[in-house]
């Protein structure tokens, strides 16, 4: 049994954010983690296989060579394979292309009966929460988004899918794809064993070559050009106008903030 | 005719999808059909509203009160819960039939997975978590004016540009993207809670609402997943939308983050206010999700937002920097926090936050 664990790396948003001239991300001046939700489903992907005989964790991975370190680590978390999608032709891509293209990648490699798929519920530096759903629609497989617990049981799997206001539980059956938040689980670290073994797993880059026979890879559904969406304008919000800073921070600050609160009848 | 989504000119109207738990329209459906109502005005076309549920067509009405002219309703018990199988074919029915130019969905966790379920099927564009929309180039030139730094005035547009154009934040409103899907139909977007504004209820409208009963059809060998339970877990849910008072804690609270939250509570209480918290304060399992103000989290716009031992990082920023009123305790004075508060107090939040429980008391006679 196949576990897939579609994984993103991503600019660290929490640094400090770099911005060309065109108002596009200077990505390449940024530092790179593995998107925080992701590793919550690489968490899933193992957790599950290590409770199912016969069952291996492939990491799926759309992005640049240079996302191999991050591959790397995942590998030494305790995932069995890698599969990275890279190719220019793929560059570009909106949420739409980009699901052609990761799910054109998961058949090549093979989805069977009873497989797995996992994604993060978002990454952090689109916040879209759409690859997931677009996948699992081009595999034509269920889905179950905002996963917070997972029960496997034979063909089926019973999700704890939460709601803003509570939450479901939702069975479904095999193949299927789900999306986990970070609720779900704890992601454990790489191992030294892990660390020690990473290189002598199994490693596939797919190109364009490896996938362009696939039906769902079509110049006009791939990479830029065959993105639906396209950015008309992208700006800066004007800074907001600069507030007050009170002066020290004894009782007779605190009581002129609320003076003030309340002359602006704000309390 | 058949369906084609790259003809462009067979499409025509605004349709909202409105999103109902067991048989309650939620509050983001009123202010999108608000904004729909607005759309639809600048395209002279019908608004409709999509409504999907097990004998719901008594919730038109309230739906027509905010501006839709007709209710496509569909009921089936089926389709009593949501799940992503039932709802993706019968609204994709839906669209074939009727072949909305303009198809909003709500961001909630429901919204946000029907949506790209939705348009990989479609294959049509979806744009997330919008914040704004436009059609007509005057009024969206007029957004950019206030809404941006770019030299409006100073800049070529095609002004005869109709594609609606739905402007997201990205990378946590440090930057905003205004998107189009100009090559297929519809044009989707899920819009963010509680940023579109509701209008007033109109009786008038609520009474011509027509209602349109859709022919359901499902079929069971497609259904591949069902909903065991629901369950509401009010206790845990914050009203950080609904509330007009916001007090958030952020790392500043990690040498006693029980005590942090138990401060910002007290002031809370006192003020009539909820808590929030940044990401760093839900992450480190704090405090629960639903707290949680942010580009992840919610975005917030309360008459009062008073940031505790925040520093500011931009996701937390975009969450809240549209308050009407911001203070901010930090005790690093160079924290960003500062660039988006109205007042700052400089100063250690377990000495300070005391002191504002006491002078709210005072303030509010308690």
């Given at each position: 049994m196949n576990i897939f664990v579609c994984v993103k790396q991503v600019p660290d948003t929490t640094g400090k954010v770099a911005v060309k001239e065109d108002?596009?991300?200077?990505?390449?001046?940024?530092?790179?983690?593995t998107n925080p939700d992701d590793l919550n489903a690489v968490e899933a992907a193992l957790t599950l296989r290590d409770q199912i005989a016969d069952s291996k964790v492939i990491i799926v991975v759309m992005g640049p060579p240079a996302a191999a370190s991050m591959i790397h680590e995942l590998l030494a978390m305790g995932a069995d394979e890698a599969v990275l999608i890279s190719g220019r032709e793929f560059g570009g891509s909106d949420t739409f292309a980009t699901s052609q293209i990761i799910a054109a990648g998961i058949k090549t490699y093979g989805l069977g009966e009873g497989d797995i798929v996992f994604c993060g519920r978002q990454a952090i530096d689109g916040d879209t929460a759409q690859v997931g759903p677009q996948i699992a629609e081009k595999l034509g497989i269920p889905q179950i988004t905002y996963a917070a617990g997972i029960t496997y049981?034979?063909?089926?799997l019973t999700v704890k899918r939460m709601l803003e206001d509570g939450y479901m539980t939702v069975e479904t059956q095999t193949p299927c794809l789900?999306?986990?938040?970070?609720?779900l689980n704890k992601p454990r670290y790489m191992s030294i064993k892990g660390i020690l073994e990473f290189d002598t797993k199994p490693y596939y880059v797919y190109d364009y070559e490896k996938l362009k026979d696939d039906p769902l890879i079509e110049a006009d559904t791939i990479g830029l050009k065959g993105s639906p969406t396209?950015?008309?304008?992208?700006?800066?919000?004007?800074?907001?106008?600069?507030?007050?800073?009170?002066?020290?921070?004894?009782?007779?600050?605190?009581?002129?903030?609320?003076?003030i609160l309340l002359e602006k009848h704000v309390i | 005719m058949a369906y084609d989504c790259t003809d462009l000119t067979a499409f025509e109207g605004v349709m909202v999808f409105c999103e109902q738990r067991g048989g309650k329209l939620m509050s983001t459906d009123f202010e999108l059909i608000s904004e729909g109502r607005k759309l639809a005005d600048e395209r002279s076309v019908e608004l409709t509203g999509v409504l999907l549920g097990d004998g719901v067509e008594g919730l038109v009405p309230e739906l027509g009160g905010y501006g839709a002219d007709r209710i496509i309703v569909c009921n089936d018990p089926r389709l009593a819960n949501y799940t992503t199988d039932a709802y993706a074919d019968v609204i994709t029915d839906v669209i074939h039939t009727e072949k909305p130019e303009i198809f909003l969905v709500g961001a909630s966790n429901i919204g946000r997975d029907l949506a790209p379920r939705l348009a990989a099927r479609l294959h049509t564009g979806l744009t997330a978590d919008c914040t704004h929309l436009d059609i007509d180039m005057n009024k969206y030139l007029d957004f950019l004016r206030t809404g941006s730094t770019l030299k409006v005035d100073d800049m070529k547009w095609k002004m005869e540009d109709i594609n609606l154009k739905m402007t997201r934040p990205a990378f946590g409103g440090h930057l905003l993207a205004t998107i189009i899907c100009p090559r297929f139909r519809p044009c989707m977007s899920t819009v963010r809670p509680g940023v579109m504004?509701?209008?007033?209820?109109?009786?008038a409208r609520a009474a011509a609402c027509k209602t349109t009963l859709f022919d359901v059809k499902l079929d069971d060998a497609r259904l591949k997943t069902k909903v065991l339970e629901v369950v509401k877990e009010a206790r845990n849910i914050v009203d950080l939308l609904g509330a007009e008072v916001i007090v958030s804690v952020g790392q500043g609270i990690a040498n006693d983050p029980q005590k942090g939250i138990a401060m910002a509570q007290e002031l809370a209480d006192v003020l009539g206010g909820v808590v929030g918290a940044s990401r760093a304060v839900v992450d480190a399992g704090w405090i629960t999700a639903d707290h949680q103000v942010g580009q992840t989290g919610k975005t917030v716009r309360p008459k009062i937002y008073i940031a505790l031992g925040i520093s500011g990082a931009i996701q937390h920023k975009a969450g809240m920097q549209d308050s009407e009123l911001i203070i901010a305790v930090?005790?690093?004075?160079?924290?960003p926090i500062f660039e988006v508060a109205d007042y700052g107090i400089t100063g250690d939040l377990w000495k300070v936050v005391p002191m504002m429980?006491?002078?709210?008391?005072?303030?509010?006679?308690v």
């Open positions: 108002g596009t991300l200077d990505r390449a001046s940024m530092a790179t983690i049981d034979g063909g089926k789900i999306t986990c938040i970070k609720e396209n950015i008309f304008k992208s700006f800066t919000p004007p800074q907001k106008g600069v507030g007050q800073m009170l002066e020290g921070s004894g009782k007779e600050t605190v009581d002129k903030l609320f003076n | 504004k509701k209008a007033p209820f109109d009786e930090n005790k690093n004075a160079l924290a429980i006491d002078a709210a008391k005072a303030a509010k006679g």
